[in-house]
């Protein structure tokens, strides 16, 4: 098992920027990733990582968001730019194998 936690998220005006971070109680060698939940939506993917650092993002953050993981620190980050209202929801980090999620960032845009 392991255990996410997630940190960082809170309020920015349209146009900024935030940093979030998600620490894994142990290291993971397989891919860790960012979703999102927006009032009354279905959970999306946001980004992935791969153990090698190799990234990949939704066609709705690319440009804007670049994730990135320190595999020495067992954590993985979101770095956000260019914030939009969109954005808004709560964050959560995930890993595969094992399945595990954390308890959420809230990230709040306003315009």
């Known amino acids: 098992q392991v255990q996410l936690v997630e940190s960082g998220g809170g309020w920015v005006q349209a146009g900024g920027s935030l940093r979030l971070s998600c620490v894994a109680s142990r290291r993971v060698i397989n891919v860790m990733a960012w979703y999102r939940q927006a009032p009354g939506k279905q959970r999306e993917w946001v980004a992935s990582v791969t153990n090698n650092g190799s990234p990949s993002q939704a066609d709705s953050v690319k440009g804007r968001f670049t994730i990135s993981r320190d595999n020495a620190k067992n954590t993985v980050y979101l770095q956000m730019n260019s914030l939009k209202p969109e954005d808004t929801a709560v964050y959560y980090c995930?890993?595969?194998?094992?399945?595990?999620w954390g308890q959420g960032t809230q990230v709040t845009v306003s315009s």
């Open positions: 995930r890993t595969y194998v094992p399945n595990a």
